[in-house]
């Protein structure tokens, strides 16, 4: 199995230039390609997309941090049926780690960010979640400014 090294994103390092009042964050499989105006390109995943470099992926970090928990993503095992409680639960796991979302959060501040994922399911996965999680604290965070 090959070591993939790739940096996580800092809150620190993408809120150097500053927050975008226009956050576009989009969901992307790690099977398709990359492209520009994918922004700033994160895998979302804990487990690295099988067959996939990271040339192909075209990531600036792998937010680990971000994934659901190896025991609920094997719970989960994609299956829609689980999808309602799944999602209950895995936004518990990252209301409970805020560290987690701080730099997806301040990368989105900025522009466009794509969580990058491998499920086959592209309506029953984590980055499905995980976007909704991070527009709706965006929205709460522009309506206290």
Not at 56 to 64: G, H, K
Not at 68 to 97: C, I, M, N, V
């Amino acid at each position: 199995m090959a070591h993939h090294r790739v940096p996580s994103l800092t809150a620190r390092q993408e809120s150097v230039r500053g927050p975008s009042t226009m956050a576009t964050i989009r969901i992307k499989r790690a099977y398709e390609t990359a492209e520009p105006e994918d922004g700033i390109r994160v895998l979302v995943d804990r487990v690295w997309p099988r067959g996939r470099t990271k040339e192909d992926l075209a990531i600036r970090a792998w937010q680990r941090d971000a994934a659901p928990s190896t025991e609920l993503r094997r719970w989960f095992g994609h299956r829609a049926e689980r999808w309602e409680e799944f999602r209950d639960r895995y936004r518990q796991e990252l209301a409970a780690k805020p560290e987690a979302l701080a730099p997806l959060l301040a990368a989105a501040k900025q522009g466009k960010l794509t969580l990058v994922y491998g499920a086959k399911d592209t309506e029953h996965n984590q980055a499905v979640v995980l976007r909704d999680m991070l527009q709706e604290r965006l929205a709460t965070d522009s309506r206290r400014k």
